[in-house]
């Protein structure tokens, strides 16, 4: 892992997800990259750059104040922090930001403070961590709570097994490495996707042997969905992360099919750390 990037409004909660970043910088050497978004009006237009265009129309005083004042916030978050800390400020839409941000900074990790949603219009458009864990090539870890200090002891890591759900395990063994985990590796059986306890429990053999995971924990839990049944045991035995794998599906294919790893970013509470998955 060479680098982190953490979104930040300068809310409490996402100073939470930079201090979360920096534990991870202090034991495995990345960088962080520390990224405020600006939002613009709709009247005002960037250049192909993502600079703020000149024309005399368009007053863009209040919005270049921001971007001044954003500046001057980040420098003080950097120099308070004993990690090795970039800083970047940028106009334009959160979503798309954090999205092109995350590919042109080449990151291997990208923590965003989540606050769910709450109304009909978010479970319409979703949140912005849903956006950026449903189109970024990077890992995406959401938070909800506090995590400045707490130690990810249990990790459970979801899936069927039966074919590589997640494609690269490097960051999950390193997260592990970080605070000397327990991994759980849990298989959800439904109603309509139903396989014996022993034969699940040789996928995960052969998962866990080939990723070299040391000492897992195997589990089979019987529920509803898939959502609800890693609810369910996330909460039954105390699990400090969730990790899943997302098929990364999108607008009417994500309707008609669903998508369980975006509903746990905007439903479960836990630490969910989503991977992209080839479709």
Do not use: W
Request: glycine content about 4%.
């Amino acid at each position: 892992m060479k680098n982190i990037l953490v979104t930040t409004d300068f809310s409490e909660l996402s100073f939470y997800a930079f201090s979360l970043a920096e534990r991870i910088a202090e034991k495995t050497g990345s960088d962080i990259h520390l990224l405020h978004i600006i939002n613009l009006p709709s009247h005002i237009l960037l250049s192909n750059e993502g600079e703020l265009l000149d024309d005399c129309e368009m007053d863009t005083t209040e919005v270049r104040m921001k971007r001044f004042e954003a500046i001057e916030k980040l420098k003080e978050i950097k120099n308070s922090s004993s990690s090795s800390v970039h800083t970047h400020s940028r106009y334009g839409s959160i979503n798309e930001r954090v999205v092109s941000c995350s590919k042109e900074l080449n990151v291997d990790l990208i923590i965003m403070a989540s606050h769910g949603v709450h109304n009909l219009k978010d479970k319409i458009t979703g949140s912005h961590t849903e956006y950026v864990a449903m189109h970024a090539k990077a890992p995406v870890l959401s938070i909800k709570t506090d995590e400045s200090g707490h130690d990810f002891k249990t990790i459970l890591l979801a899936g069927s097994f039966q074919e590589d759900d997640i494609p690269n395990c490097d960051l999950v063994i390193a997260i592990q490495q970080v605070f000397d985990s327990k991994i759980h590796l849990l298989r959800i059986n439904t109603p309509k996707n139903f396989i014996p306890d022993h034969d699940a429990k040789l996928h995960m053999k052969a998962f866990a042997d080939k990723h070299r995971i040391k000492e897992p924990n195997f589990s089979v839990y019987n529920d509803h969905s898939v959502e609800e049944g890693i609810i369910h045991y996330a909460e039954k035995e105390s699990i400090d992360m969730i990790v899943i794998g997302s098929m990364q599906r999108m607008g009417l294919t994500k309707f008609i099919y669903g998508c369980v790893s975006a509903s746990l970013v905007n439903h479960s509470n836990k630490p969910l750390l989503t991977f992209p998955l080839k479709n």
